[in-house]
């Protein structure tokens, strides 16, 4: 449900001019109101209709209000359903009590003050709206999570696979050539090339490990900063993409960060990148990051053919497991994130409260 949607109010009386006084007093509130004129009217509307709030007069002919709370309940999908009721005749300590008993969250005597009877409609009614905004947001987080693990599997095989086909096989390819050097009867020049073909694959094995481990972690990050290992990243992906890809930092000289935030970001431009790469058709990207007023403003822009305005707006669905990431990288570090479409290209611009990297300070001796 999203925040600007109506919800459903159904107002349970018997006497026409109650339900119209009712009317008048919560129009303000800007919600769909819904009459029934009897019990079994508003069980109909219950059945038909997803109601948040229940307003019911207790004295109906028929059925009367407590009976009504009772049959409410017993359905499970109107166990959560706020049941507010209104009474001019049921006004004992026991009345209310059986109220309660049935799940009632208030009990309100008649004559109605219109501004209480409005701003408990309108409490009940927000907590209904945030209830079902909150279950939107486990059901996403759920599917979120659901292709986290896929997207973990597809990355374990991805390594598995480089592993088996790639170092593993200039690894056997050396070992071998290895064992036959010492082989008798070899002349010192076939010595020799062996060696060096051998020589020249564990180069290749090791330029293979090199690189693997910069993708999982880039060693630069921890050695010298953000700043570097973002420069170097994008050189490697200008270099084996095509993509015309730079960096921009102010202060020229970026301070050094956390671990946690220096290693989110590097991500966030990766995955960004990625994006732009599999998706956008770019033919170059930039990223700029800067640092003001105790804020890290990063922005990374593209002259693809941009995102959908679904994807823009973050509507549930159109959101890859890519963006999906980094929303949540952001919003773990306190961070926002915007999307535009700009001509051409798409503009991704985070902000997130800055946190430096603590120095040690010594003792004083």
């Known amino acids: 449900m999203q925040s600007d949607e109506k919800i459903n109010i159904l107002m349970v009386d018997d006497q026409p001019g109650k339900l119209l006084s009712y009317e008048v007093i919560l129009a303000s509130l800007g919600e769909n109101l819904i009459k029934a004129h009897s019990g079994r009217e508003a069980l109909d509307h219950l059945l038909r209709t997803n109601i948040a709030v229940v307003l019911m007069d207790v004295s109906m ?7 009504l709370a009772d049959m409410i309940r017993q359905h499970p999908r109107f166990r959560n359903t706020a049941i507010i009721f209104i009474s001019a005749v049921h006004l004992t300590d026991m009345d209310r009590v059986r109220a309660y008993e049935r799940g009632a969250v208030d ?3 008649v004559p109605v003050v219109p501004e209480l009877l409005r701003a408990k409609v309108s409490v009940f009614a927000d907590l209904h709206r945030k209830t079902r905004e909150l279950e939107r947001l486990n059901q ?3 599917a979120l999570s659901a292709r986290l693990l896929v997207a973990q599997d597809d990355e374990r095989r991805r390594i598995a696979r480089e592993l ?3 170092l593993g096989q200039e690894l056997s390819a050396a070992k071998m050539m290895a064992d036959g050097i010492m082989r008798p009867g070899q002349s010192e020049e076939a010595r020799a090339k062996a060696t060096n073909d051998c020589s020249a694959l564990i180069a290749r094995a090791i330029q293979q490990v090199r690189t693997m481990s910069h993708l999982l972690h880039p060693p630069l990050l921890d050695e010298i900063g953000l700043q570097s290992a973002l420069q170097h990243y994008l050189e490697g992906l200008t270099e084996r993409s095509g993509l015309k890809a730079s960096v921009k930092t102010e202060p020229a000289t970026f301070p050094r960060l956390t671990s946690e935030m220096e290693t989110a970001i590097f991500r966030i431009v990766q995955e960004a990148l990625t994006n732009v790469l599999r998706h956008s058709g770019a033919q170059s990207a930039s990223v700029e ?10 922005y990374i822009r593209d002259d693809g053919k941009g995102m959908s305005p679904e994807t823009i707006q973050f509507h549930p669905g159109s959101v890859g497991i890519g963006i999906a990431g980094m929303r949540q990288r952001i919003k773990e570090l306190g961070g ?15 902000t997130i409260p800055m946190v430096q ?9």
Not at 61 to 67: A, Y
């Open 61 to 67: 002919p028929e059925l009367d209000g407590f009976e």
């Open 164 to 166: 088996h086909d790639g």
């Open 107 to 109: 009990y309100i005597s």
């Open 336 to 350: 926002q994130i915007r999307l535009e479409n700009q001509s051409p290209g798409c503009l991704v611009e985070i």
């Open 357 to 365: 990297e603590s120095v040690p300070v010594p003792f004083a001796s």
């Open 140 to 142: 996403e987080l759920r």
């Open 289 to 298: 990051l800067i640092q003001s007023d105790g804020r890290i403003n990063l």
